[in-house]
């Protein structure tokens, strides 16, 4: 009876530590507004070589989250084989997004419109100041995340990796702050890892890069550095297996969370021996 009773009490320790193991492996959710989601990973839907590609993407990848720009959407299309009958809004929260708007006027007149024909008050915020590099124009951007803000939505803004502008985002109300790593669409990954680590400290909103990734490990980059999340689409789209690529960005954007969260080993100048030497016998 005490044998048996020992037994189990070792497999319920046993349990309980495997329990643990298994949560401390997790990935803590990302929390925006109130709002929590088991993915770090937020994508746009376009690029995509066609819409069944794009739903296959979207669903390798585990994202809660995708980004429409209604500028390429016709809500009256539902039903016809449109982008929207590829998304399913029980699955996915749509994220409209205001790309190709260049003055904070469009931007606001788009995430209005967003708002009365789908019902969306989450809005991604892009104010473009230059066609040719798509770097925003962060005075205009300033002004439609005030004006946004005051009128209800909530504002996940994209901006250059400019400490005072992203601080200046936050203080103006935005729910989340997406500075870029590289320019849009330019594979190029993290440019400025100092800029992004100040951006991070300062930081009481989350921090999620948006642009610029390439490939997956400029995904666990982003992360291991202290992002909260990363946005991308052309990575994925644009790849030769855009499918596969998503499923690689999911582990690289999950490995990245987890390596920053770990605690790493201090980096050393020389080598140090990972088997004892101590006790050997001579």
Same mark, same amino acid.
């Given at each position: 009876m005490t +044998?048996?009773?020992?037994? *189990?009490?070792? $497999?319920?320790?046993?349990?309980?530590? /495997?329990a643990a193991t298994a949560d401390a492996a997790a990935v803590a959710p990302l929390v925006v507004a109130g709002r929590t989601f088991r993915s770090r990973l937020i994508l746009g839907t376009g690029k995509y070589p066609d819409f069944p590609t794009m739903a296959a993407a979207l669903a390798a990848s585990g994202t809660e989250v995708v980004t429409v720009a209604l500028r390429r959407v016709n809500l009256d299309e539902r039903g016809q084989g449109s982008l929207l009958d590829f998304v399913d809004p029980e699955r996915y929260l749509l994220l409209p997004n205001t +790309?190709?708007?260049?003055? *904070?006027?469009? $931007?606001?007149r788009t995430a209005r419109? /967003?708002?009365?024909?789908?019902?969306?008050?989450?809005?991604?915020?892009?104010?473009?100041?230059?066609?040719k590099t798509l770097f925003p124009d962060n005075v205009e951007l300033l002004r439609a995340t005030e004006r946004?803000?005051?009128?209800?939505?909530?504002?996940?803004?994209y901006t250059n990796d400019d400490p005072v502008v992203c601080k200046k985002l936050e203080e103006l109300g935005a729910a989340a702050v997406m500075p870029?790593?590289?320019?849009?669409?330019?594979?190029?990954g993290i440019r400025n890892p100092a800029n992004l680590r100040i951006i991070l400290e300062q $930081?009481?909103?989350?921090?999620?890069?948006?642009?610029?990734?390439?490939t997956a490990s400029d995904a666990t980059i982003a992360m291991e550095l202290g992002a909260h999340g990363v946005l991308m689409n052309t990575a994925?789209?644009?790849?030769?297996?855009?499918?596969?690529?998503?499923?690689?960005?999911?582990?690289?954007?999950?490995?990245?969370?987890?390596?920053a969260n770990a605690g790493r080993i201090?980096?050393?100048?020389?080598?140090?021996?990972?088997?004892?030497?101590?006790?050997?016998?001579?």
């Open positions: +044998a048996t009773l020992a037994k *189990a009490g070792a $497999a319920a320790a046993a349990g309980g530590t /495997a +790309a190709g708007c260049y003055t *904070a006027d469009e $931007a606001i419109l /967003a708002r009365e024909v789908g019902g969306w008050d989450w809005v991604k915020l892009e104010v473009i100041g230059d066609q946004l803000v005051a009128e209800g939505f909530v504002v996940l803004a870029l790593g590289a320019p849009i669409g330019s594979g190029m $930081a009481k909103v989350p921090i999620i890069v948006d642009a610029g990734v390439g994925i789209a644009g790849a030769a297996d855009p499918v596969r690529m998503a499923r690689a960005m999911k582990l690289a954007v999950e490995a990245g969370w987890l390596a201090p980096r050393k100048l020389y080598a140090s021996a990972s088997s004892p030497l101590t006790g050997l016998i001579e």
